[in-house]
């Protein structure tokens, strides 16, 4: 599989509820990004996590990394119909300054 | 301040023509990297700039493809002779340093369709 691999693939949830997607990878990183996608938009940045860092809080979205496992979850709490979207996993490692991306999550939040 | 602007949103191309997508980074910023995404698929990096400098061009195919940041005006990044493989989504993100603390920001995309 590939770097930066999202799971599960789509995701669709009712609104309130929480959701939770995983991101595997397989070198060693730097950070660990999540990143939004609408529909036929651009990506928006969400939330990084460095390497030396286990868990990360910014508003309803909650990150973990377990570095030992290579693996990251992303959680959005309370879910709403607006957070429906694709969510994209991207990995920062070694000297190449550019990102790994999976293939995204989709998630549905039905109203 | 507009984020980091693309144009055109969209754009059509027959095959054998050429192709110019264009990206204006944020204000302040110095870094701009080129992705493109395949449908149903997630980004994948082509190249990385710095004023006038090319960086790492590592994911870039070695034919057709070119891109530049000169020292005035916007990034380009031109496909010669396209082929309908090139039929993708094409992102600009741009940085104020090479490692930013808070990520990257990106732009709209342009949606190439060669038809």
């Known amino acids: 599989s590939q770097q930066g691999e999202e799971d599960p693939q789509a995701l669709s949830i009712q609104e309130g509820e929480n959701a939770t997607m995983n991101c595997s990878y397989k070198?060693?990183?730097?950070?660990l990004q999540w990143y939004r996608q609408n529909s036929g938009r651009g990506l928006v940045h969400l939330i990084l996590?460095?390497?030396?860092?286990r868990e990360k809080h910014s508003g309803r979205l909650r990150v973990t990394l377990d570095t030992s496992k290579k693996s990251s979850s992303l959680l959005i709490t309370a879910s709403r119909a607006a957070d429906t979207a694709s969510y994209f996993c991207?990995?920062?490692?070694?000297?190449?300054?550019?990102?790994?991306f999976g293939s995204g999550t989709q998630l549905t939040v039905l109203p | 301040n507009a984020g980091v602007m693309q144009n055109p949103r969209h754009l059509v191309r027959r095959r054998g023509q050429e192709a110019r997508l264009r990206c204006s980074p944020m204000?302040?910023?110095?870094?701009v990297y080129w992705y493109r995404q395949l449908p149903e698929e997630g980004l994948k990096f082509m190249v990385y700039?710095?004023?006038?400098?090319?960086?790492?061009e590592s994911g870039m195919p070695k034919e057709r493809f070119s891109a530049e940041f000169p020292k005035e005006g916007p990034s380009i990044l031109r496909i010669q002779q396209v082929v309908r493989g090139d039929s993708a989504a094409y992102f600009c993100?741009?940085?104020?340093?090479?490692?930013?603390?808070?990520?990257?920001?990106f732009g709209s995309g342009t949606r190439l369709t060669v038809v």
């Open positions: 996590i460095r390497s030396n860092e």
């Open positions: 991207a990995t920062d490692g070694g000297s190449a300054r550019q990102l790994t």
């Open positions: 070198t060693s990183i730097n950070n």
């Open positions: 204000k302040g910023h110095s870094h």
């Open positions: 993100a741009s940085s104020p340093s090479d490692r930013p603390r808070e990520g990257y920001t």
């Open positions: 700039l710095q004023k006038e400098n090319i960086i790492d």
